[in-house]
């Protein structure tokens, strides 16, 4: 058989082969505008994380209250049951059972709750309207991630979490370990938050058919 030949065919099968086993472009890619929200959203939550030190410091002044570390923390987690606060929901790494649908409704749901939180201690201390509204416009590009992607919402996530609560702190002490407590909470998940929207931003579904 001419060489020629023989080459020609090699190449044939071989580019057929690399085509079954090279990625295949997907309509289930995410666009552009989800990435661009993941990232406005990361870089809000930088600058939550920023003003956390100083929120805490103008609001809560109460001895043995500070964002280190401290001998308290029993004490203040049976505190937290008291006073009725609850657990921000859990992120893990995207996988085959936490879905990307999952990831961001957690975000969301997350989100409104810490939101629904600083607006009940909001009505009795002063200093925590900035960061409530921090929060509110964070929910607007988580919301517009969710609507870009087309993900649906999570019934349960949202009702696990909600804002709407018997949460009503009284007394000055009370207000500021409430305080404490929730910008403690906030800053923990933020940094979840933070390796979450890097993990969604790089994010690329399995394309159907692709081997």
């Known amino acids: 058989m001419n060489t020629f030949i023989v080459i020609a065919i090699l ?9 079954q086993s090279a990625p ?7 666009p552009p505008a989800f990435r661009e929200a993941a990232e406005r959203a990361k870089t809000l939550v930088d600058k939550i994380l920023s003003d956390i030190p100083t929120v805490h410091t ?3 002044n109460a001895e043995g209250l500070t964002l280190d570390p401290s001998t308290q923390i029993a004490n203040l987690q049976m505190m937290m049951t008291t006073l009725g606060i609850p657990v921000a929901p859990v992120l893990k790494p995207l996988s085959e059972r936490f879905t990307l649908e999952i ?3 957690r975000m969301s749901a997350g989100t409104k709750l810490y939101q629904g939180l600083l607006g009940v201690l909001s009505n009795k ?8 509204a921090d929060l509110r416009d964070l929910l607007t590009h988580i919301n517009k991630m969710k609507e870009v992607a087309q993900l649906g ?3 349960a996530d949202d009702q696990n979490h909600s804002p709407d609560l018997a949460f009503s702190p009284h007394g000055d002490y009370d207000v500021q370990v409430a305080v404490h407590l929730t910008l ?7 940094h979840d938050l933070i390796r979450s929207l890097r993990a969604v931003a790089s994010y690329r579904p399995r394309a159907t058919g692709a081997r």
């Open 125 to 132: 201390l002063s200093g925590l309207s900035d960061l409530k």
């Open 103 to 105: 990831c961001v409704n």
């Open 11 to 19: 190449q044939h099968f071989l580019f057929a082969v690399l085509v």
């Open 24 to 30: 295949i472009s997907s309509p289930s890619d995410l």
């Open 58 to 60: 103008t609001t809560v």
């Open 153 to 155: 919402s999570s019934g």
């Open 184 to 190: 403690t909470q906030l800053r923990s998940f933020c």
